[in-house]
């Protein structure tokens, strides 16, 4: 008889229009009612024994856009009822995500173990909004949203960008979108030029060509050439798959391009009768167009080959406000590569201080390192102080104990204040004799007129 009606309260379950749905112990998902296929716009054949891991997918044709949601905070395993506000689009849709609320609820045996999780989906409301949500969960959530956003208005999804810095570089990523012309990114060593170049092929070119990438400083001059004539000669060759032919070539420390390559490409480009023909070229550099020019690294030719479209990369200390969603994104892709009993969801307080704290020299590229070691490093749920590799701690100590550096003058406004002062002085010990001062300091007496006026300093009668 308690069969029956267990039956009986399955089939009332999953025959609900209330969004319900029960993951097991090894995180699948055994029930997926009516009301979430009516809310996801997946079904339950689609998604059932699929694991819901602890990540964030804002691609809505994917599996993963929903178990991802469904995944519960650790500590709902640990015994721990939970309530956490998501955003849940549906699988055909295109209208904005809704605001709802999950409320996990763990069901524990005997013993007080957890063998299943409960979910249950309502809408979110001022009435039902949790008080104090968790740190973990605000991060997660807002991750999850911005990559929604960002997916939908730009077409790009693998860019986190909340600060002013990064919104600036969307802008200009949104202009070079969809077009041919070169593109020079302009950025310190791990500002992510890579990836940007990366995301901005497949945003033009989803599946039809490859994004090729050539390290210019870690090639021979022979092999650079090789290469690039090698790569030219494929994107007009129409016999190779679609896929196979070079949509973007990326040049990492263009810089390092010998002069005669940079000719070669000018060349490419100028004689071109179609830009279509050719693999769209994006390059990165450490320093200024303009002072690449002056120092004589790059010709003439190339620099207004790239000049018209640069889109500047902030460094790591001047985004703030991506900091935490960085953070949070390099932790749940561990989730989605490593596949461990337990998933770590979140930073400790005291490590989420240490981070804003740290200057984070190697940007990006050591902020994803610092965050896969101390994943490999974590026995909980949430990454703790002793968790974060001996390169971080030993850095983050350096810094500290490192005086601030005082801000330095600009070196032509420190010329000109010494220039001045100099000229100041001279006329004081002339007693304002223009003729005497010039002679003082080596200048005819037209020359010493013209600094004086440049200056700023007064051209009172001898």
Same mark, same amino acid.
């Given at each position: 008889?308690?069969?029956?009606?267990?039956?009986?309260?399955?089939?009332?379950?999953?025959?609900?229009?209330?969004?319900?749905?029960?993951?097991?112990?090894?995180?699948?998902?055994?029930?997926?009612?009516?009301?979430?296929?009516?809310?996801?716009?997946?079904?339950?054949?689609?998604?059932?024994?699929?694991?819901?891991?602890?990540?964030?997918?804002?691609?809505?044709?994917?599996?993963?856009?929903?178990?991802?949601?469904?995944?519960?905070?650790?500590?709902?395993?640990?015994?721990?009822?939970?309530?956490?506000?998501?955003?849940?689009?549906?699988?055909?849709?295109?209208?904005?995500?809704?605001?709802?609320?999950?409320?996990?609820?763990?069901?524990?045996?005997?013993?007080?173990?957890?063998?299943?999780?409960?979910?249950?989906?309502?809408?979110?409301?001022?009435?039902?909004?949790?008080?104090?949500?968790?740190?973990?969960?605000?991060?997660?959530?807002?991750?999850?949203?911005?990559?929604?956003?960002?997916?939908?208005?730009?077409?790009?999804?693998?860019?986190?960008?909340?600060?002013?810095?990064?919104?600036?570089?969307?802008?200009?990523?949104?202009?070079?979108?969809?077009?041919?012309?070169?593109?020079?990114?302009?950025?310190?060593?791990?500002?992510?030029?890579?990836?940007?170049?990366?995301?901005?092929?497949?945003?033009?070119?989803?599946?039809?060509?490859?994004?090729?990438?050539?390290?210019?400083?870690?090639?021979?001059?022979?092999?650079?050439?090789?290469?690039?004539?090698?790569?030219?000669?494929?994107?007009?060759?129409?016999?190779?798959?679609?896929?196979?032919?070079?949509?973007?070539?990326?040049?990492?420390?263009?810089?390092?391009?010998?002069?005669? %390559?940079? *000719?070669? !490409?000018?060349? +490419?480009?100028?004689?071109?009768?179609? /830009? $279509?023909?050719?693999? &769209?070229?994006?390059?990165?550099?450490?320093?200024?167009?303009?002072?690449?020019?002056?120092?004589?690294?790059?010709?003439?030719?190339?620099?207004?080959?790239?000049?018209?479209?640069?889109?500047?990369?902030?460094?790591?200390?001047?985004?703030?406000?991506?900091?935490?969603?960085?953070?949070?994104?390099?932790?749940?892709?561990?989730?989605?590569?490593?596949?461990?009993?337990?998933?770590?969801?979140?930073?400790?307080?005291?490590?989420?201080?240490?981070?804003?704290?740290?200057?984070?020299?190697?940007?990006?590229?050591?902020?994803?390192?610092?965050?896969?070691?101390?994943?490999?490093?974590?026995?909980?749920?949430?990454?703790?102080?002793?968790?974060?590799?001996?390169?971080?701690?030993?850095?983050?100590?350096?810094?500290? %104990?490192? *005086?601030? !550096?005082?801000? +330095?003058?600009?070196?032509?406004?420190? /010329? $000109?204040?010494?220039? &001045?002062?100099?000229?100041?002085?001279?006329?004081?010990?002339?007693?304002?004799?223009?003729?005497?001062?010039?002679?003082?300091?080596?200048?005819?007496?037209?020359?010493?007129?013209?600094?004086?006026?440049?200056?700023?300093?007064?051209?009172?009668?001898?």
């Amino acid at each position: 008889m308690a069969a029956k009606r267990s039956r009986n309260w399955d089939t009332l379950v999953t025959g609900s229009h209330t969004p319900s749905f029960v993951l097991n112990a090894q995180r699948q998902l055994l029930l997926f009612n009516q009301g979430c296929e009516e809310l996801f716009g997946w079904t339950a054949k689609d998604l059932l024994n699929r694991e819901c891991r602890y990540v964030t997918e804002p691609d809505a044709s994917q599996p993963e856009s929903v178990t991802s949601i469904l995944a519960p905070p650790e500590e709902v395993w640990q015994g721990e009822s939970v309530a956490v506000p998501t955003f849940i689009r549906h699988r055909t849709s295109n209208e904005k995500p809704q605001s709802k609320l999950i409320r996990f609820t763990p069901l524990l045996d005997e013993e007080g173990v957890c063998q299943a999780v409960w979910g249950n989906i309502s809408e979110l409301t001022t009435t039902n909004r949790p008080e104090r949500a968790r740190l973990s969960h605000t991060i997660h959530t807002e991750l999850a949203a911005i990559r929604i956003s960002l997916r939908q208005k730009y077409g790009l999804d693998r860019l986190i960008a909340k600060s002013p810095a990064m919104n600036c570089v969307l802008e200009q990523v949104q202009l070079a979108i969809g077009k041919q012309q070169p593109v020079c990114l302009i950025g310190e060593r791990g500002t992510g030029k890579q990836h940007l170049a990366s995301a901005i092929h497949h945003a033009h070119n989803p599946q039809s060509h490859a994004f090729v990438p050539l390290r210019c400083h870690n090639l021979t001059d022979f092999q650079l050439d090789e290469e690039l004539r090698e790569l030219f000669a494929a994107s007009g060759d129409e016999q190779l798959p679609a896929g196979l032919q070079p949509g973007t070539l990326y040049l990492e420390e263009v810089e390092h391009l010998p002069r005669e %390559l940079q *000719e070669w !490409l000018v060349a +490419q480009y100028k004689h071109s009768s179609s /830009l $279509k023909a050719l693999p &769209r070229l994006i390059v990165g550099v450490r320093e200024k167009l303009e002072q690449l020019r002056e120092a004589e690294t790059i010709t003439a030719d190339f620099y207004y080959l790239l000049a018209p479209l640069q889109i500047p990369l902030p460094p790591l200390r001047e985004r703030d406000a991506d900091l935490p969603l960085l953070a949070q994104y390099f932790l749940e892709e561990c989730n989605r590569l490593f596949e461990l009993d337990q998933q770590i969801t979140s930073f400790h307080a005291n490590v989420w201080q240490q981070l804003k704290l740290y200057h984070w020299p190697g940007n990006l590229d050591e902020l994803a390192a610092t965050v896969r070691e101390a994943y490999a490093n974590c026995l909980s749920s949430e990454i703790e102080l002793e968790d974060l590799p001996f390169s971080f701690r030993a850095g983050r100590d350096a810094q500290q %104990l490192t *005086e601030p !550096l005082k801000q +330095q003058e600009p070196l032509d406004v420190a /010329l $000109k204040r010494i220039e &001045r002062e100099l000229i100041e002085e001279t006329l004081i010990d002339c007693r304002q004799n223009k003729t005497n001062a010039a002679k003082r300091l080596g200048l005819t007496r037209a020359k010493l007129y013209r600094r004086m006026e440049n200056l700023g300093i007064p051209l009172e009668e001898d």
